[in-house]
């Protein structure tokens, strides 16, 4: 199977464990050093990373897609140029977090015949529709604002080339989030269609964002060793709060409603409480059975099918190039 061949050569490239160098690798993440690609470390430290990165990575691929599908019909010049930007920007963060992934012994090729193969996740929140022109505020607004709440905790991440790469990409993403408020705040104070665009918009987009932050605490299931390796610094929940009590305001201050009639202010703990998340809608988009689910992996399918000749070109260029220096080096 192929998920187990990428596992056998993660374990490949690891030195066997031996409980000193266990503890002294446990002793450098609890005294906050990074831990650079070439020191050691446990396997399944390397397995976590390579699991969570790639599938960030994925992420922010097929990120592009659902908010891609409006750069033809942005209402301005002024809104094109700004989807265009950060669509490109999506794509940037992939490749940064696929060089992240490869520090750690694994190729490009295999990252993404894992997710062509749908042995790898993405994260679910890119399986919902772009239906109107306020999903690009929404998403902007909502989904980048969840990964910012995300991503920042992993600026502190105790491996290093994923902690570089995500300083960059959260000051991208804060960007993204203004520019998807400011969207939002257009149309919600724009005519009474534009308004209900946007609210149902929020509609539509409030429970998945939800979802991105994982699974409860307690169905976690990396949470512990990620905790433990200094990878998370947060927890599902705890993050998932943060943004609801940062997100609630916002939406008050656009003048649209939560869909939520749970949603309450909880004076005692200074908390937005919220109703209860469909996990099983959760688990259905995991599964493979979300709205766009296979209209994603198809239009990735088709991407790379079609990119096979840039790759040859750019092997066989490198190939020249090889051959040129080498005889170069002989001439010498
Ligand atoms: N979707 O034990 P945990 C973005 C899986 S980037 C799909 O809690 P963990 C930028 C999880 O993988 C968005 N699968 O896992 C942008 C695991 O399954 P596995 C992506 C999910 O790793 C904006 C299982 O459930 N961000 O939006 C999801 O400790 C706009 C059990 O879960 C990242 O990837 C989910 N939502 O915590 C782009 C951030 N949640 O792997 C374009 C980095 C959980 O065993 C436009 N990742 N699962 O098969 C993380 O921080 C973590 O991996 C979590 C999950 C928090 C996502």
């Known amino acids: 199977m192929y998920a187990q061949s990428l596992n056998q050569q993660v374990e490949g490239t690891t030195a066997p464990e031996d409980a000193e160098a266990a503890a002294r690798f446990q002793a450098r993440v609890d005294a906050e050093e990074r831990i650079e690609p070439n020191d050691w470390m446990p396997a399944a430290y390397r397995r976590t990373l390579v699991r969570q990165i790639s599938q960030h990575a994925h992420s922010e691929i097929v990120g592009m897609l659902p908010e891609g599908n409006w750069i033809t019909r942005a209402p301005s010049l002024r809104r ?20 992240a992934a490869e520090t750690l012994g694994v190729t490009r090729e295999q990252l993404v015949d894992e997710l062509l193969a749908g042995k790898a996740k993405y994260s679910s929140i890119f399986n919902y529709p772009t239906l109107t022109w306020a999903d690009i505020g929404a998403i902007g607004w909502l989904v980048d604002g969840a990964a ?12 290093g080339p994923y902690s570089r790469a995500m300083i960059r990409v959260c000051k991208e993403e804060s960007f993204h989030q203004r520019q998807g408020y400011e969207i939002m705040l257009t149309l919600a104070r724009g005519t009474a269609a534009q308004k ?56 008050h201050f656009l003048g ?77």
């Open 80 to 99: 094109k140029a700004a989807l265009i930007a950060k669509v490109q920007d999506e794509c940037g963060h992939g490749m940064y977090l696929y060089a």
């Open 148 to 159: 910012i709440m995300n991503q920042i905790p992993l600026c502190r991440c105790s491996f």
């Open 196 to 251: 209900v665009m946007a609210q149902d918009a929020l509609n539509r987009w409030w429970w998945p964002c939800l979802m991105m932050f994982g699974p409860p605490d307690a169905q976690s299931q990396h949470s512990d060793a990620s905790t433990r390796w200094k990878i998370k610094r947060f927890s599902n929940d705890a993050l998932r709060q943060k943004f609801v009590d940062a997100t609630v305001p916002q939406a």
């Open 256 to 332: 649209l409603t939560l869909p939520d009639p749970a949603l309450r202010f909880n004076e005692a703990t200074s908390h937005w409480e919220f109703g209860e998340i469909d996990w099983t809608e959760f688990k259905q988009v995991l599964a493979g059975n979300g709205p766009c689910n296979r209209d994603r992996m198809a239009a990735r399918r088709a991407a790379h099918t079609s990119g096979d000749w840039v790759r040859e070109a750019a092997q066989a260029y490198a190939a020249k190039e090889r051959a040129r220096s080498a005889a170069a080096a002989g001439a010498a």
